[in-house]
Each structure stands twice: as C-alpha cells, then as structure tokens.
C-alpha cells in the first residue's frame, strides 16, 4: 500500500524517482529485523593502541569494499561489533588508511579554507571520503583539531600554517574520527584529547560534558551531546561572536549535507532529539560535515521529495563541484532545512511520499518518519 500511495504522490518530474521509491519500500520489511538488532547495540570502549600493529592477512579480508568507501557504511551488527570492541576494527582502519594514501596522495577532494577576522577553518581530506578540520587562532597561531583520523595529513597542515596543535576534538570512537589521536597527541607534547567519556574514545585526556567549553586563545568552542550514531557522540559548535563572523558546527557523523548518520547505538528518537539539538541553532551557522556524502544524500532527497527547488538547485552545484572534485562543504542550517530530509520530518510531503504509517491513517510520527527515511535510505544506497 506504501509504494502505491507514494507512486501517486510522485508524480511529473518525479515519475523515474517514484520507481526507485517503491524498489525501496518493497524492501524494507525484509530489512526490519537486521535494522532493529543494530538500534539495540550499545556503545563499547574502543582499545587502546599502544602499538601499531601488522596489516591484515589476506585471509582476514573478509569484509567486502565498495568503490573504498569507509567501513560504516551498509554494515551489519557482527561487522559492527568486530569494528568497535576488537583490534580487526583498528587493523582495517590501517588499512584503509594506506590504500586511501596510495589512491588520493592530495586528498579525495579540493577544499577552500575560510578564513574571518582572526580565525581560519581548514578542511582536510582524509581517507576515502572523511574531513579532518583544524581551527586556527591566526593571532595566536595556535590550533585545534577536529577529528584527526589521518595524523600524517593533518601534520602536514600544521606544518603548512605554522601553527601549534593545542587540542584534539573527537566528535565519537569510530578509527575513522579518531584514528590519529594516539600520533598527534604524542608528537605534540601538550596537546589535550577532548571527547565524550562514554564512548570509549582513544587517549581521550580530557572528558567534556554536554554544553561544556574549551577555550583555545580565542576559539570559544562549545560541545553538544548529540547521542544516536554512537552513545557518546558529541558536536562542536565555534561561537562566531568573538571574532564576529558565523558559528561552525562540526558535526561528526550526526549531520552531513542533506544526511544524517546511522543510528547505531540509539534509538530513532534519540536521534530526532539531537537533530532538534543543532536545529535549534541559526541558519547561517556553517555546517562542516564528518565525510563528503553530498550528492549521494541530494539523490536520496529527490526520491523522497522530487518536487523541492531548493534541492534541485542544491544538487546542481554539487555535481559541478564534484566533476572537478572540489568539496561541498560547508553548507548552512538554513540550506539544510529547505531540502535536508532528515530535518524536515515535520513536512506533509514527506508524509504523503512515504504513504500510511504504521497505525493506519494517523501517519507518522516524527520519531516514526526518522526511523522510515532512514532505512529507505540505507536500502537506497546499497543499490
């Protein structure tokens, strides 16, 4: 009946994506269990690293890869387990590490830093698709830095802009946000490692609270729990009032360009919560991503809602900037709520698209249309 009501919704321009839609929908239930035994997982420390170890044999090559996306991506719960509780999960973060190195010896995309009065945001490309960031204080050259997943990248950019590493924020556990925190934390003998202490982050030094502070010269930067994706998961907001230009929010894996992240240690509303969290903040607050999913993610959108011109718009720009491999980010909070799905859950269109809920004709609730969007999405881009 889903797919029936949403073939009807979508219709016109939306004619090929209503297609794509009821492929989705028709799977969905197949997919529910495995869906539910993920939510139920709860967070688990991640080992500490106190030696780098072998690369993997052959005969533990057993996770199949596509196109070298990262590991978080269309897993199951065994997977998960493995990547977040044992040393394998460490061992194939290395080891994505050296084949991302080899592939994209200047980094998968182009970045732009942005630079205000006094303060300059510098995105860089780790991996196969991930962002590291420092946030420099140009008076007092010195740095913090976001998710450091490849050190050697990021020392590279230190080094480049002269500045010394003062801070390490990690938004949450998984090797590819934290990967680099044991190298650069012992390379750079004062260096503090901010994170939650509830996930387990590697040679975490200094634990932060919801709505706690790190000041950095003069970088106010505030953490946010934005529990869901892990149990720890935190963003980090730059209050732009001192240097008078926009706040910044880094946010992990919680919020990407038109996306949301998985939830692998919560519940759909948990996740809905901490989505509201950072929509509570102003729509020029510059969003800067976790990975580059932008026109994966605007393809998703335009099967759930053909019909938004901002989208399209959207989508138009990110295809020019990806044919010359130049990154998206950042986008804005108020961009992200003229087509980003994941915060439009209080939308009609949304509803009609997806068709009744699972109490009949009283819809969806928010929560409800999270947890939907979030499979189809799922499904949508294991195809």
Not at 235 to 256: A, M, Q, R, T
Request: aromatic share 8%; net charge positive; charged share 25%.
């Amino acid at each position: 009946m889903a797919a029936v009501v949403a073939a009807t919704a979508l219709k016109g321009r939306g004619a090929r994506n209503a297609r794509v839609l009821r492929g989705i929908l028709s799977g969905a239930t197949a997919n529910k269990a495995s869906q539910n035994r993920t939510r139920a997982l709860q967070s688990h420390s991640s080992p500490e690293c106190k030696e780098e170890p072998e690369p993997l044999s052959p005969e533990l090559e057993y996770i199949p890869r596509k196109r070298g996306k990262n590991p978080m991506k269309a897993v199951g719960l065994a997977w998960y387990s493995l990547y977040t509780r044992t040393w394998l999960g460490y061992l194939f973060y290395r080891q994505q590490l050296r084949r991302a190195r080899n592939r994209y010896p200047k980094g998968h995309s182009r970045t732009q830093p942005r630079l205000f009065n006094g303060v300059k945001v510098l995105p860089i490309p780790v991996l196969s698709d991930n962002y590291s960031y420092l946030i420099i204080d140009t008076q007092a050259r010195l740095a913090v830095a976001v998710d450091p997943s490849d050190p050697q990248a990021v020392q590279a950019s230190i080094e480049k802009e002269g500045v010394n590493l003062v801070a390490i924020l990690c938004t949450h556990k998984h090797w590819d946000h934290s990967g680099g925190n044991r190298d650069l934390s012992r390379r750079h003998q004062d260096c503090r490692v901010y994170g939650s202490p509830q996930d387990g982050i590697p040679y975490l030094t200094h634990p932060l609270c919801h709505q706690d502070v790190v000041s950095v010269g003069r970088l106010q930067i505030q953490a946010l729990a934005t529990p869901g994706h892990t149990q720890g998961h935190l963003v980090y907001l730059l209050d732009g009032e001192p240097y008078k230009g926009p706040s910044c929010l880094f946010s992990g894996d919680l919020l990407f360009l038109s996306g949301c992240g998985r939830t692998f240690e919560g519940t759909a509303e948990t996740m809905l919560s901490s989505l509201d969290t950072v929509l509570g903040l102003g729509d020029d607050t510059l969003l800067w991503p976790g990975h580059e999913y932008a026109e994966e993610n605007l393809g998703f959108a335009g099967v759930v809602e053909p019909e938004n011109l901002a989208r399209e718009r959207k989508m138009q720009w990110v295809q020019r900037q990806r044919m010359e491999r130049r990154s998206t980010c950042p986008s804005t909070l108020g961009e992200e709520r003229s087509y980003n799905p994941f915060l439009r859950t209080h939308c009609l269109v949304l509803q009609e698209a997806l068709g009744p809920g699972p109490t009949g004709d009283n819809g969806y609730s928010r929560a409800q249309l999270l947890e939907k969007l979030r499979q189809l999405k799922d499904l949508h881009k294991s195809k």
